[in-house]
């Protein structure tokens, strides 16, 4: 062993994640651990909070594919119609009048598990599934008071769910894409599989009842999404402009986060994080020292946005609309460019690990 040698080991509970670049290292902090506790040593790591991890040579995946066929059995939607899309555009969530307290509705909507499901499926949506995160997200505001419609659309959801149960996300060690050479340099030349990417949206005034606007974003690190975020935003923006510069001050802390992070691991990030945006008056306010009349009540999200790119951590640069990775999260598509949004953050795992669709009932 010598002074390089590292050893991270992460809690959860009762269980001991350790990552390092020394095996003889790692089995004597077991051997440690064994000493004044009982412990089981389970090998490289397969499961973690009903995730599946497989490590395979080139690439590693993560899904929750059992737990998605738990939620689905138990909710009885495993043998019932499928979905292309997980929320349908004229879903009309937001613009139903919600039940009165102690409406014959309100009691109604009661024998309709809308919490439990709806719960079950925030938690795949914030570990394995991104592409949920919008519907789900949309449909939890009302979880306290649902409409009928609130529970349709969670059929919808789960109906999508049990269509693309194998789904997940892949990791790659380098660049597989069989595109041509020339492809390959404008997709890959800022976006390095070791390199942390940033890609950006805003729904400009998209929520009907309070017009604020709904920020989306994704982090990949090697080829896949490893952070993502859709919510409303705390305040009203006066501009499409205002709503994209928030939505890309909230990416930024996160990239800066995960650059200490990955600082700390010894995987020092030597360029700036580039971070595609679609709105190029947000890119040349983050950018322009220069106030005016209309940007002037954004001065601190600008000076904070000036201030990392001069530091060289990140770099914000503009992206056609159409290859915004980020649009899915922040406004319901259609099939074509839903399909789109899905192939960015999961892939069908099928054919890759060899998997198939159980027939048993799965128990706790």
């Known amino acids: 062993m010598c002074i390089r040698d590292r050893l991270y080991v ?21 051997q440690y651990l064994n000493v004044h506790f009982k412990v ?11 995730m599946r991890i497989e490590q395979r040579d080139g690439f590693t995946t993560i899904d929750q594919r059992l737990y998605t066929e738990q939620i689905l059995r138990d909710h009885d939607f495993w043998d019932g119609n499928h979905s292309d899309i997980p929320c349908r555009m004229n879903h009309g969530f937001d613009e139903v009048p919600l039940p009165s307290p102690n409406s014959v509705e309100a009691r109604e909507m009661k024998q309709y598990p809308v919490r439990a499901l709806g719960g079950k499926i925030m938690y795949l949506a914030e570990n394995t599934r991104p592409e949920i995160k919008l519907a789900i997200g949309k449909i939890s505001r009302y979880f306290h008071n649902p409409h009928m419609v609130h529970w349709k659309g969670l ?30 340099s404008i997709l890959f030349n800022y976006q390095l599989f070791n390199c942390l990417t940033g890609w950006v949206d805003a729904d400009w005034a998209g929520d ?37 510069l928030m939505a890309a001050q909230n990416c930024v ?20 994080s580039r971070i595609n945006e679609d709105n190029i008056s947000c890119i040349a306010a983050s950018k322009n020292s220069i106030l005016n009349g209309r940007t002037k009540h954004m001065e601190m999200n600008q000076s904070f946005m000036r201030d990392e790119q001069e530091k060289k951590n990140v770099d914000l640069v503009w992206c056609p609309t159409l290859q915004q990775k980020a649009d899915g999260l922040t406004k319901p598509l259609s099939g074509a460019m839903f399909k789109m949004f899905q192939g960015y953050l999961v892939i069908d795992l099928t054919d890759i690990l060899g998997l198939k669709v159980s027939t048993c009932i799965l128990r706790p």
């Open 155 to 184: 059929v919808v959801l789960a109906m999508y769910l049990r269509k693309h149960v194998n789904y997940g996300i892949i990791y790659r060690k380098g660049e597989t894409s069989e595109l041509a050479d020339e492809a390959k």
């Open 208 to 244: 009907k009842r309070d017009r604020r606007s709904r920020s989306g974003w994704i982090v990949y690190l090697n080829n896949g999404p490893i952070a993502w975020y859709c919510k409303l935003q705390g305040s009203i923006a006066y501009s499409s402009t205002e709503a994209e």
């Open 40 to 50: 089981e040593d389970l090998g490289p790591l397969n499961w973690s909070l009903g």
């Open 253 to 272: 802390a996160m990239i800066l986060s995960l650059r200490k992070i990955l600082a700390f691991l010894g995987f020092d990030q030597l360029e700036p």
């Open 10 to 30: 992460a809690i959860n509970v009762d269980n001991l994640f350790l990552l390092g670049n020394n095996e003889q290292l790692r089995e004597s902090f077991v």
